[in-house]
């Protein structure tokens, strides 16, 4: 989908980015200062695609890791949904709905869900991708 909110953050993150290279602060609006707390998804998402990925193929990819990240909150912070998934009583799916066709794309089950019921804790690691983080786990680090 094309999500004004997520091309705003990854646009505002890419500017924060160029701005620390330089030696000028970046000037911020007030939605760039709204956007902000969408940043940590932005570099999620810049860091599972690689540098030469463009601002419109990160904000694309955004749009799923926000998810992903709002499914891992709920799962952290909401004791009573935790214990439901852990029990097999609930399952959390997430869903991307394209405001342009009406069509749903169903992402399934957080990519970490065994990692999140195990440990509470890191909503989004910005060290390492998914990828990475299943190899370490996998290799008990």
Do not use: W
Not at 50 to 63: C, K, L, T, Y
Not at 75 to 92: A, D, H, M
Request: hydrophobic share 45%.
């Amino acid at each position: 989908t094309k999500c004004g909110a997520m091309m705003g953050a990854t646009t505002t993150m890419l500017k924060a980015q160029e701005a620390a290279q330089g030696s000028a602060p970046a000037q911020q609006s007030a939605l760039d200062k709204l956007l902000n707390g969408l940043e940590p998804v932005a570099q999620q998402a810049q860091l599972e695609l690689g540098s030469n990925a463009s601002a419109e193929e990160i904000a694309a990819h955004v749009v799923k890791v926000n998810v992903f990240a709002g499914m891992e909150r709920l799962l952290v912070y909401s004791e009573p949904i935790r214990e439901k998934v852990k029990n097999g009583e609930v399952q959390l799916h997430g869903a991307v709905y394209d405001i342009t066709t009406g069509k749903v794309e169903f992402l399934g089950q957080h990519p970490r869900l065994p990692l999140i019921l195990g440990m509470q804790a890191g909503l989004i690691n910005t060290d390492k991708s998914l990828e990475a983080i299943a190899e370490s786990a996998a290799q008990g680090a």
